[in-house]
């Protein structure tokens, strides 16, 4: 959703700001922000496919279910990259 992208993207700037503030090299910087980007992009695809879904099948459906969970399961899995990479960077 929206409100979900903004969170997101308040979490991937302050996300880059750290990456900046640190003394990263430009590897772990680089990776830091192109895993914050990745998140963005499957939130963005989540979005979309939970509003063509709505669109496609109003009522309760599983097939709309397990395609609105493989979605929120994408946005998962981006965001633990994120946070492994961060990990693996600060703790070496």
């Avoid at 993207?9 to 996300?15: E, I, M």
């Avoid at 459906?61 to 969970?69: I, T, Y």
């Amino acid at each position: 959703t929206e409100k979900t992208l903004r969170q997101w993207t308040l979490a991937n700037v302050l996300s880059a700001a750290l990456a900046f503030a640190l003394d990263l090299t430009p590897a772990e910087r680089a990776l830091i922000l192109a895993l914050g980007l990745l998140v963005l992009a499957a939130e963005l695809i989540n979005t979309a496919v939970e509003e063509v879904v709505d669109h496609i099948c109003p009522g309760p459906d599983p097939r709309a279910k397990k395609a609105k969970d493989c979605g929120s399961a994408c946005v998962a899995l981006a965001a633990i990259a994120a946070g492994v990479a961060w990990l693996v960077v600060l703790l070496g």
